[in-house]
């Protein structure tokens, strides 16, 4: 079965620094993989995605993330965080199925970023 | 302009009730879904729906009935409400064909 695993559940960072959460999937097919961002109260926003070309995808707000095929992984990057980027973040894999698409979600990474 | 709406925002009640969640898409997407966030934040797709028919049921207990009068909206109906059913469900919408989903705000239902 498809499967996403996000291996940090809580990350705590002070402003400025570097942010990197992992992903990593379990799909043997063709992939689009997403990040999502659940700010506070709020929902789910798309951060960014990639569907093919260039591994290296850029977002909103300044994240980015690489795709590495042989690796299964996605992984999340900021260079330097913002109180304001306190977030759950969902990284998610789209599956076809039958013609039809859903995503699945990894469970999430809780960030808390102190001024 | 709201791309996804959902009301209510918030739902309180008691167990063994039914009640329904509704959701609306202005986007002229053909394609909407359910999905379930619970306690734990781990979001699970429950429903899709494409031009108001099932294309996708995630083994939802049959208390849950989703409905699409058309294929702008997708209404979640749940029968029998059990604290289990306590969550944020989340409808989000796209187009056939395309892999972005666009999601509502959510609706937390507390079920006592």
């Known amino acids: 079965a498809q499967s996403v695993s996000q291996h940090n559940h809580h990350v705590i960072l002070s402003e400025a620094a570097s942010l990197e959460l992992g992903c990593n999937y379990s799909?043997?097919?063709?992939?689009?993989l997403f990040w999502y961002v659940q700010y506070p109260g709020q929902h789910l926003q798309l951060l960014l995605k990639y569907f093919s070309g260039d591994p290296l995808v850029k977002g909103i707000k300044g994240f980015e993330a690489e795709f590495i095929k042989s690796k299964f992984s996605f992984n999340l990057r900021k260079p330097s965080v913002q109180w304001s980027d306190t977030a759950e973040y969902f990284c998610?894999?789209?599956?076809?199925?039958?013609?039809?698409?859903?995503?699945?979600f990894g469970t999430g990474t809780r960030l808390l970023v102190s001024p | 302009d709201t791309a996804v709406s959902q009301t209510p925002k918030y739902l309180v009640t008691q167990m063994g009730n039914d009640k329904s969640i509704k959701c609306e898409q202005n986007?002229?997407?053909?394609?909407m879904y359910w999905y379930k966030q619970d306690s734990k934040k781990f979001l699970k797709i429950m429903f899709s729906?494409?031009?108001?028919?099932?294309?996708i049921n995630e083994t939802v207990p049959n208390r849950f009935s989703p409905k699409s009068p058309d294929k702008a909206h997708l209404n979640l109906h749940i029968n029998s409400l059990e604290l289990g059913d306590s969550a944020v469900y989340f409808c989000?919408?796209?187009?056939?064909?395309?892999?972005?989903?666009?999601f509502g705000p959510g609706t937390r239902l507390t079920v006592l």
């Open positions: 729906y494409n031009n108001k028919e099932l294309i």
């Open positions: 989000a919408s796209s187009q056939k064909g395309a892999v972005a989903q666009y």
């Open positions: 986007l002229g997407h053909d394609t």
């Open positions: 799909y043997g097919g063709t992939v689009n």
């Open positions: 998610a894999v789209n599956v076809m199925n039958t013609g039809f698409q859903k995503l699945v």
